[in-house]
T-cell receptor
Framework: DTGVSQDPRHKITKRGQNVTFRCDPI?????LYWYRQTLGQGPEFLTY????????KSRLLSDRFSAERPKGSFSTLEIQRTEQGDSAMYLC??????????FGPGTRLTVL | RKEVEQDPGPFNVPEGATVAFNCTYS??????FFWYRQDCRKEPKLLMS???SGNEDGRFTAQLNRASQYISLLIRDSKLSDSATYLC??????????FGAGTRLTVKP
């Protein structure tokens, strides 16, 4: 399967813990995006990388959130001191210069 | 007001019906437009890009009206397998995509 992959698929954590998610984009795609989706809503943009450079961050991305793409391939999204309001599906997408974005299966986070 | 707005539905239609969804966007600088399909608890999958001249893919037709800032999706001869949530997406002049909340479609036998 050469699509976007994400790991883990599900994460249950207690409030206050840190969590880290990984995204592996389609191999030839240089652009990578993180979104958050809650029930009944569309995906909300969090941040965007072109190669290893983080070019844009949404105001939704509080200082508890950090994302990296150190070698311009896979990316990680870390949430520190999780809160119940962080419970959501975290989606990763990638694209090439054509700007059509392809999504991974997502990581479903539940904060207890 | 949200940047991208859709009628949440649900639309409940019989098999074989024709159904149309509209989506409005507020940022006139938006450059690219898409329809995604999302099944329950799955990721969005690209259904089709929307071009200024309109485009068709089998039973699906998408149109863009820049003057009125809306895009539409028409599904003809609907199938049970078309039941899903349809998300409208708009890319602005930077690189983030803005999504509508989705329109839920249920096709019934």
């Amino acid at each position: 399967d050469t699509g976007v992959s994400q790991d883990p698929r599900h994460k249950i954590t207690k409030r206050g813990q840190n969590v880290t998610f990984r995204c592996d984009p389609i191999s030839e795609h240089n652009r990578l995006y993180w979104y958050r989706q809650t029930l009944g809503q569309g995906p909300e943009f969090l941040t965007y990388f072109q190669n290893e450079a983080q070019l844009e961050k949404s105001r939704l991305l509080s200082d508890r959130f950090s994302a990296e793409r150190p070698k311009g391939s896979f990316s990680t999204l870390e949430i520190q001191r999780t809160e119940q309001g962080d419970s959501a599906m975290y989606l990763c997408a990638s694209s090439s210069f054509t700007d059509t974005q392809y999504f991974g299966p997502g990581t479903r986070l539940t904060v207890l | 007001r949200k940047e991208v707005e859709q009628d949440p539905g649900p639309f409940n239609v019989p098999e074989g019906a024709t159904v149309a969804f509209n989506c409005t966007y507020s940022n006139s600088a938006s450059q690219s437009f898409f329809w995604y399909r999302q099944d329950c608890r799955k990721e969005p999958k690209l259904l089709m890009s929307v071009y200024s001249s309109g485009n068709e893919d089998g039973r699906f037709t998408a149109q863009l009206n820049r003057a009125s800032q809306y895009i539409s999706l028409l599904i003809r001869d609907s199938k049970l397998s078309d039941s899903a949530t349809y998300l409208c997406a708009v890319r602005r002049n930077n690189n983030d995509m803005r999504f509508g909340a989705g329109t839920r479609l249920t096709v019934k036998p």
